[in-house]
């Protein structure tokens, strides 16, 4: 009893914790506001939804007590009740859909492709909401985009040495205003990575303390994005490109966040279909790194992979034909 009461507050209070430290804006500090969710997540995964949704009003009760109401709305709606939620739906027991008829029977607990959905629509839902906040606050979107850019273009003037590292025949007010443009994409793909490692890393630290209730899945195998969502991502594609702003910034945030789910699904079939090649870590080696120094190239790319997997089935695939050998 006195775990179930203590842990969620402990929970609570770190995760409180890493969000306020942001207020120093040194690298450690934004380290620490990246795994704000974590404390929250290992509750809910280690003693259920009830205790995640504890420490998560706990953690919100702080930042408004340390800070202000309105941070306290902003940590609970970004950070502790996306958390919260993706924990609480992981360790869910399956479920058939119903519109989905036969094909045996229902997975005893809920997949890793709905988990990595549930994250993609929380990413898209926080990046609207940051959205529909710019246009309301500033009274329209030009204006609200207007205003984040002369507020960041001081800091990228700063950052790139008065402007001499950034690209050629680009000013710093350019180059703030095409960051800010890019930020509803940018704010729906971060957010779903964001969630998907700290629930990978608090389902880590709920297994090894054995207070995992659901087994741990074999994630190159078991990552499986539908194929009416791999449609849905590059229908978005064309209103992203052709419609005027704000609109296309709606279709921007669905492409952002179902494009982040096809990386890690590309990333799950890689990991799948090189098994058993002899130079398997220093290939999967490369490729996380080509994903970190070339990421404008590679993450695309293995985007596209993951789309091919969900129309082609390239796993299943590669996994019948060595049944057959």
Not at 82 to 93: E, N, Q
Not at 216 to 239: E, G, H, N, Q, V
Not at 278 to 307: D, E, F, H, K
Request: include cysteine.
């Amino acid at each position: 009893m006195v775990n179930r009461i203590a842990v969620p507050i402990g929970a609570g209070l770190a995760s409180a914790l890493m969000f306020v430290v942001t207020a120093k804006g040194t690298a450690l500090a934004m380290a620490l506001a990246y795994l704000a969710p974590l404390p929250v997540m290992i509750a809910a995964l280690g003693w259920g939804a009830l205790g995640g949704a504890a420490a998560c009003g706990v953690a919100s009760a702080c930042v408004a007590f340390v800070v202000e109401p309105l941070s306290a709305l902003l940590f609970a709606a970004a950070v502790a009740l996306p958390g919260w939620a993706l924990a609480s739906f992981a360790i869910l027991p399956g479920a058939r859909l119903p519109w989905r008829r036969g094909g045996g029977a229902p997975p005893e607990w809920t997949s890793v492709g709905a988990i990595v959905t549930l994250a993609a629509v929380l990413g898209a839902l926080v990046s609207l909401g940051a959205l529909a906040a710019l246009i309301v606050v500033y009274g329209g979107y030009d204006q609200g985009v207007q205003s984040f850019a002369d507020a960041l273009e001081p800091v990228i003037e700063e950052a790139s040495g008065g402007g001499a590292m950034l690209p050629e025949g680009e000013t710093a007010n350019e180059f703030a205003m095409s960051v800010v443009r890019l930020s509803p994409a940018a704010i729906a793909g971060s957010t779903l990575l964001m969630l998907c490692v700290n629930l990978y890393a608090a389902a880590r630290s709920a297994a090894m303390s054995h207070r995992l209730v659901r087994p741990w899945p074999d994630l190159p195998s078991s990552l499986i994005l539908s194929a009416p969502m791999a449609a849905l991502t590059l229908a978005s594609l064309a209103p992203a490109f052709l419609l005027p702003a704000p609109a296309c910034q709606f279709a921007w945030i669905v492409v952002g966040a179902l494009g982040a789910a096809f990386v890690l699904q590309g990333l799950a079939a890689l990991h799948a279909l090189s098994r058993g090649l002899p130079m398997r870590p220093l290939l999967l080696g490369a490729l996380y790194l080509c994903c970190l120094a070339r990421s404008n190239w590679t993450l695309p790319a293995v985007a596209i992979v993951g789309l091919i997997e969900s129309f082609a089935s390239l796993r299943a695939r590669a996994a019948a034909s060595k049944s057959k050998m």
